[in-house]
């Protein structure tokens, strides 16, 4: 079966004004719709057809091009668009919260962190938290639509934070103002969702 570009759970205004209307249906209709389809397109009748695309990831050969950049950036847009809300912000509640204080010290030092690994991300790239197998949390960057889940990128455990620097994700609302973008997405963040990804 062929990969869908999911639905949104919001309207493309509902994040305003942290993330513009204009820039949403460009991004999600055009952008996550292109990845969509390339990746189609890269997997058809290959072995890789009817694999999610966990799979696909975490064994790809790095050398397919195709499949790297467009099925990276399926996983990372879907990703993205869910841990979003319009009723986002605040601070992660729970086993998170535990797990960021120990990982980092303190929710404040955790979004510092993040947020320097979002704003040195030179060009283009996703900012990641990501848990491993023991629980630690993981801050990390990746280049274009490179994530956790390959191998070799100097990055590891399972995402469940995503935020994308890439100009697309910002540039229409923030121009050049990146950390101005990178302070907007701690407003839209979904904790209960991140909580989730954390638990599972």
Request: hydrophobic content about 40%; aromatic content about 12%; proline content about 4%.
């Amino acid at each position: 079966m062929a990969f869908e570009l999911p639905a949104l759970k919001y309207s493309f205004d509902a994040l305003e004004p942290h993330i513009d209307t204009k820039t949403m249906q460009i991004h999600h209709g055009k952008h996550h719709a292109g990845y969509t389809n390339n990746l189609n397109n890269a997997i058809k009748d290959t072995p890789l057809e009817g694999l999610s695309i966990e799979e696909i990831l975490k064994n790809l050969d790095m050398n397919n091009t195709a499949v790297r950049n467009n099925g990276g950036g399926y996983f990372n847009h879907n990703l993205f668009w869910n841990i979003l809300s319009p009723n986002g912000g605040g601070v992660p509640s729970g086993d998170l919260a535990e797990a960021i204080d120990l990982s980092f010290g303190s929710f404040d030092e955790f979004k510092s962190i993040f947020s320097k690994a979002a704003g040195t991300r030179f060009g283009s790239g996703w900012a990641w938290l990501c848990v491993h197998p023991n629980g630690k949390l993981e801050i990390c960057s990746t280049a274009n639509q490179d994530n956790p889940l390959m191998q070799g990128i100097g990055c590891g455990g399972r995402p469940i934070l995503a935020l994308d620097v890439w100009e697309h994700a910002y540039y229409l609302n923030y121009q050049n103002r990146r950390p101005d973008y990178i302070a907007g997405f701690f407003n839209v963040i979904d904790w209960s969702i991140v909580s989730e990804l954390f638990k599972k």
